[in-house]
């Protein structure tokens, strides 16, 4: 597989060459630890080469040699591990119609054996009054207390409503591990056939001298209330992709497109590159292209974040998604389907979601090991039970508590939640995090880099005075103009527009050659043409008369960027570029450094012109006259083990040190390549974005430890309690109805309070 990109002009997404990328669709998953088999089952795919389970959104990526691969490989191991596996097809912007009724048939079985459970278990519980308050009830209908009519309503609790406990553990039996079916098919399996045998032989307690208690509602109750959990958990995990559904809502439905002169509206499936599209006031743009005749203001808040309408006339570019405000115009289709930019926003977000950060790594270990450590615990708590209190009921009824308030859900659930949350709403700010070990990195930053041009700066330089030593002034900018047409540096495009804008017309050039960081060279008109920086020029022997000092003095000092322009071995004349400030970036700057960040300018310019940038920015440090192979060096130098460093720049130069850094953030409108190289996107090219990210991870980190905390002391806490510690000091135990209670709604606690993200603004 050769490497393929899809170039937006926005976001660029590149597939590493020979490497396929499989999404799969997942069912039967109970907990972490199910997710940590399913990955083990992948991983031992011939030619998976990487395999992440994502426990909250239920799905799986795989990446490997599409050789060795296929779906159908990696559906069967999925199956052979007990688990139900579907290959996410890449339809945009809907799911395919086999997975939308997979999963409303899934929800509707499951609303079912809610419903059922409860109502069983409700009348269970009625039934069971008398024994759990150790009192007759006056006038209470003694025959719903009946043995053989509990076990007549509990069986199909046990055995149906949760039939997939007993699936999963045997499935988990097969491979020799254990996970949360395990624990509650032992559990609920304990009190059902502990009250099966008195209900069968109550003669043989009664000759025992034991009294002949039944718990059929324990079985029956927990699990309802495991199923309640699950259910409450899948409402809460829906909201967590709610980001991706606004996103994928703005897609509109239809199009009108132009076909033989005729006007119709079709379908936007239907919609192909190269179609002409009116797009009319108050219409969204139906997909990316060009404007072929019209004009409006547009509205791209809901791709890149900038909340002012962006003026679009005859050759501008228009992105799918956004909103055309006021005038009417055709444009051409250039990018359909999965292929426009807001596609690409969310595939981009749906694989940083299914990322794993870092500190995941704690959790997965812990539920390694965690559901045979509970299993052993139990049997400990079991055994302690009948030998010291020689009381087989009690050491039945804390065994099933161990095992029911034991469950690692929460602790699978508590950091996948929260990057689901955090990158989504990421997303709808317009700051694309490209995975999750980017999100977590973001919030140690130390050190923030910034370049110049594009990213503090507008990025639009404009010639703004010519010094000339004896031609006329328009003289030297024909000369200049004439070497810049063929460079792409933003100051050589500003040379040529200049001259453009002048009315000059360009001669044409010979044996063009780019001196990388320096400027540039070639023939004009039988002379050698040379322009760039004034200490390279100087470095090839051009005289240099001490009277221009001065004048370069005074123009670096107001900010703007000098260079030469040489004929043979002289100076011809000089030419001042100014580049302006963002009007934001001096805000920006101050909050970084108000969030304890140390904030460094790194740039190509001389040191008196970056000065004079960088005070005005309010950036303190200033690393200056760096060349674009230079800047790399320069952030590694920077970087240390416990020193995090954050490069932000926009340019093809800049895309070695975005790289270099341990965050790279890339300014939306630059290249391709910056963006591509990069960690974090910048999606509107404010850098007021970097603080937004930033502030973003670290309040995703901060959810993250409460999950963490949270299902820790949930399971540290709640294991020995449901063992029976406190009985000999206060003589109270934990009824496995409670257990099954506190466990289902610590999964939905972790969830609920990953939803506050949701509600995340920057300061």
Not at 46 to 75: H, W, Y
Not at 718 to 746: D, K, R
């Amino acid at each position: 597989m050769s490497a393929q990109k899809v170039s937006s002009g926005a976001l660029s997404v590149f597939t590493p060459p020979g490497e396929g990328t499989w999404q799969l669709a997942l069912q039967g998953m109970s907990c972490a630890s199910c997710a940590h088999s399913i990955e083990q089952a992948l991983t031992q795919v011939p030619g998976v080469s990487q395999a992440s389970v994502n426990f909250a959104t239920e799905q799986a990526t795989v990446k490997g040699d599409p050789k060795l691969v296929n779906p159908q490989g990696l559906i069967r191991a999925v199956e052979q591990a007990g688990y139900q596996a579907r290959l996410i097809q890449d339809d945009w912007p809907d799911p395919t119609d086999a997975e939308r009724i997979a999963q409303r048939a899934a929800e509707r079985e499951l609303r079912l054996k809610v419903a059922i459970g409860v109502s069983i278990s409700t009348v269970l519980v009625i039934g069971s009054l008398p024994m759990m308050l150790g009192m007759e009830i006056p006038g209470f209908p003694m025959w719903l207390h009946n043995p053989w009519l509990q076990l007549l309503l509990t069986a199909p609790v046990q055995f149906w409503v949760g039939k997939h406990f007993y699936r999963g553990a045997w499935a988990a039996w097969q491979r020799r591990s254990a996970d949360m079916n395990t624990l509650v098919a032992l559990g609920t399996s304990a009190a059902f056939f502990y009250s099966l045998f008195p209900t069968v032989f109550p003669h043989y307690f009664s000759q025992q001298g034991l009294q002949p208690d039944v718990y059929y509602e324990v079985s029956a109750v927990v699990t309802t209330l495991i199923l309640v959990g699950k259910w409450m958990e899948q409402q809460a995990k829906g909201q967590t992709s709610e980001a991706i559904r606004k996103l994928m809502g703005l897609q509109p439905k239809t199009a009108r497109v132009i076909r033989q002169g005729v006007e119709r509206d079709i379908p936007i499936r239907e919609v192909q590159v190269g179609d002409q599209i009116r797009v009319r006031p108050g219409e969204k743009v139906p997909v990316d292209g060009v404007v072929l005749e019209g004009s409006s203001a547009v509205d791209e808040s809901m791709v890149t974040g900038e909340s002012l309408p962006i003026q679009k006339s005859v050759g501008d570019e228009v992105i799918g998604a956004t909103l055309n405000r006021t005038g009417s115009f055709v444009m051409e289709a250039r990018r359909v389907g999965k292929d426009t930019v807001l596609a690409q926003i969310v595939r981009l977000v749906q694989e940083a979601q299914g990322s794993k950060a870092p500190i995941q790594q704690l959790a997965d270990q812990v539920t390694a090991w965690f559901v045979p450590a509970v299993i052993g615990v139990a049997i400990l708590t079991f055994i302690l039970w009948w030998v010291l209190a020689s009381n087989p009921t009690l050491a039945l009824v804390n065994t099933i508590g161990v095992l029911i308030i034991a469950c690692p859900c929460a602790l699978g659930l508590a950091t996948p939640t929260s990057i689901m949350v955090g990158t989504g709403r990421g997303a709808e700010l317009g700051v694309l995090i490209k995975s999750a070990n980017s999100l977590e990195l973001a919030h140690r930053l130390c050190t923030v880099v910034l370049d110049k041009t594009g990213t503090l700066t507008e990025g639009r330089p404009t010639v703004t005075d010519i010094w000339t030593n004896g031609p006329s002034s328009l003289a030297v900018l024909r000369l200049a103009a004439a070497v810049e047409r063929h460079s792409e540096h933003p100051l050589a495009q500003a040379v040529v527009q200049k001259a453009e804008a002048e009315g000059i017309t360009i001669p044409a050039v010979q044996h063009f050659q780019a001196m990388v960081g320096n400027g540039a060279e070639a023939w004009v008109e039988d002379q050698r043409i040379r322009i760039g920086r004034l200490s390279w020029l100087q470095e090839l022997g051009i005289l240099w008369d001490p009277a221009w000092a001065e004048q370069v003095q005074a123009w670096e000092s107001q900010g703007k960027t000098v260079i030469g322009v040489t004929q043979s071995e002289s100076l011809l004349g000089l030419l001042a570029i100014a580049d302006p400030l963002k009007p934001t970036s001096p805000e920006a700057v101050q909050q970084l450094q108000q969030m304890g960040l140390e904030v460094i300018m790194l740039t190509g310019d001389n040191p008196t012109t970056a000065e004079a940038i960088a005070q005005q920015a309010g950036i303190r440090r200033v690393i200056a006259q760096v060349r674009p192979d230079q800047k790399a060096a320069h952030i590694r130098q920077l970087r240390q083990p416990q020193h995090l460093v954050a490069m932000v720049g926009d340019g093809i130069n800049d895309a070695p040190a975005l790289a270099e850094a341990d965050v790279g953030i890339a300014i939306g409108t630059g290249t391709d390549v910056a963006i591509a190289a990069s960690d974090i996107t910048l999606m509107s090219g404010d850098l007021r974005g970097v603080v937004t990210a930033i502030q973003l991870s670290r309040a995703t980190l901060n959810n993250i430890r409460q999950n963490l905390f949270f299902a820790f002391i949930y399971n540290t806490l709640g294991i020995p309690i449901a063992a029976g510690v406190l009985y000999p000091f206060t003589g109270w135990l934990l009824n496995p109805i409670v257990a099954g209670a506190a466990m289902a709604l610590s999964s939905v606690s972790v969830v609920t309070n990953a939803l506050r993200l949701r509600r995340f603004r920057p300061r």
